[in-house]
């Protein structure tokens, strides 16, 4: 289930992630890199990470974020054309 849109999403190494997609879809350590997709079966994002509670540093249930389709596929086609980001 899609919990929200356009997220930003702090990440540990400083960089945010913009209009990233929350679900709670169970992702678990491991699972990044993986398929998030809508009951016809398109892709529309890509898990990257879960919500952590500071507290007890272990990651919230039922809270993980996904990076966009359209924001993958943009990547993905100006790494094939310039070899980079």
Known sequence: IVSALN????????VTI?????TDAAVNPG?????LIN???QLIGIPFA??????????ADGVNFAI??????????QILQQGTT
Request: no cysteine; net charge negative; hydrophobic share 25%.
């Open 68 to 77: 966009p389709s359209n924001l993958v596929q943009t990547v993905v086609q």
């Open 31 to 35: 699972n990044s890199g993986g398929a």
């Open 50 to 59: 879960g919500a952590e509670n500071t507290q007890t540093n272990t990651q």
């Open 39 to 41: 009951l016809q079966g």
């Open 7 to 14: 997220r930003s999403i702090p990440e540990s190494s400083g």
């Open 18 to 22: 913009s209009n990233a997609i929350q």
